[in-house]
DNA sequence: TTTCAAACTTGACGATGATTCATTTTTGTT
DNA sequence: AACAAAAATGAATCATCGTCAAGTTTGAAA
């Protein structure tokens, strides 16, 4: 799925390269598009974490909050396997508010509580950041929007945080240290 | 396929619906995607032209502005038309953003222009305002956010636009005039 | 080591539904 | 009335998801 797209692979592809039956994949997916979702949670979740190792040491929460926007878009267009499966924007939009939701409604909550942000629902302003999020990250794989956008796109994001445009543009315009690169995490079970 | 969803309609009840034979479809259009596209196409046409007619008569660009993504959520949230061709959010926010982008992103410009808005570039504020706004409507009909946040969503959209959040509150408070009746559009022909 | 039930695997098959295309029908022009 | 171009038709094709009856593996108990 991360390789052609969630249509274009079918299940007997899937199971082939799993070296496995046709139907056996059916044994840990009720269908294919309950795959489709584990995949992007898988993607997410790693994503997640990854975001986190980096923030750690950051003061600022609200820096949190854009770093980690900033991370996803930046690999959701750079990623093929992200890029692949863009297409399905309400799973993808719900699997990342599932899976990265605790994490950015954390921070958003903390940034509020120090007087950076101003949100009173946390959880509405990161739901629609997720779909916004996605709407761009296609705009850009798809070549409507330039890759150039993306300072402007997370300037966008972040005014929906309450803080002007201005104060949206100096904290997305901060340096950002770099990811670790992948391959820590552990596999979660199905 | 406003009825029952663009999966669950199938191109041969389309078609006796239509009085016509299978093949016949084909004729107008390429394939089934490309006739939900042209479904969509003609509700946002038709609603963007009735959101004018009234906004006709508004002095604050901004209001406009407002009173459009307002009407565009209701509309989304309560007309089951709308809320059938939901899933598909990709393609729904490409039309959203082709059909009504011209008059946002004018009201957009106007409203910067003002001083009301802060706004750099249009086009990008309305795409990431497309892609959140279904985003928001699709969460709304599978009931994960209450339709009483629409306040909120607006408000939170509004805030897309660089003015900070009491702004975008006082903003999305404005009371609002109600739609006329649908009914007086001309289909477009294909 | 043997037995056996539970869990797992398998791949042929059924069902569904989009799309094609050779043929027929309609339309409008000379 | 003749005829070519355009439109309509629907049976047939094709692709793929998901099911299921039958076979295989596993691991624990005897």
């Known amino acids: 799925m991360t390789d052609k797209g969630v249509e274009a692979a079918t299940m007997l592809e899937i199971a082939e390269r799993a070296d496995v039956g046709a139907g056996t994949v059916y044994n840990y997916f009720k269908s294919k598009d309950e795959l489709a979702i584990a995949v992007l949670e898988n993607l997410m979740h790693d994503l997640a974490l990854r975001i986190e190792e980096v923030t750690d040491t950051f003061e600022d929460p609200a820096q949190v909050y854009a770093f980690g926007i900033r991370t996803v878009l930046d690999t959701a267009t750079s990623d093929l396997r992200w890029a692949q499966m863009l297409n399905r924007s309400e799973v993808i939009a719900d699997a990342m508010f599932r899976m990265m939701g605790p994490f950015a409604i954390r921070d958003l909550r903390l940034a509020s509580q120090a007087g950076r942000f101003e949100v009173s629902n946390a959880e509405l302003v990161w739901r629609l950041t997720t779909h916004a999020l996605i709407g761009a990250s296609l705009a850009i794989t798809t070549g409507q929007v330039p890759a150039s956008a993306s300072d402007q796109i ?37």
Chains 1, 2 share one sequence.
Do not use: D, S
């Open 154 to 190: 997370i300037v966008r994001l972040l005014c929906m945080t309450g803080i002007g445009a201005n104060a949206a543009t100096e904290l997305a315009g901060r340096p950002r240290p770099a990811l670790k690169p992948e391959g820590k995490g552990k596999q979660p079970k199905t």
